[in-house]
């Protein structure tokens, strides 16, 4: 497993949160995500061989807010 901190844009609520929680959590290959609201970003553990950081910014992405990996 590994671990990457996305930070994230655009989040403004706790409906924000469980909607990016629920994204990245849909990936496969995704363990955990820990999303904060007062940080602005992810921590996500998640099988490298399954998925790529890049997947994983990209769903956030389309979730409509704008990630970035740390």
Do not use: H, W, Y
């Not at 399954?50 to 990996?69: H, R, W």
């Amino acid at each position: 497993m590994s671990e990457v901190t996305i930070k994230i844009a655009g989040m403004s609520c706790g409906g924000c949160v469980r909607n990016v929680t629920g994204v990245l959590q849909a990936l496969p290959g995704v363990e955990r995500a820990e999303v904060s609201l007062e940080a602005g970003e992810a921590k996500v553990a998640f099988d490298p061989a399954k998925v790529s950081v890049e997947n994983l910014c990209q769903a956030v992405d389309d979730a409509g807010f704008e990630a970035a990996s740390a």
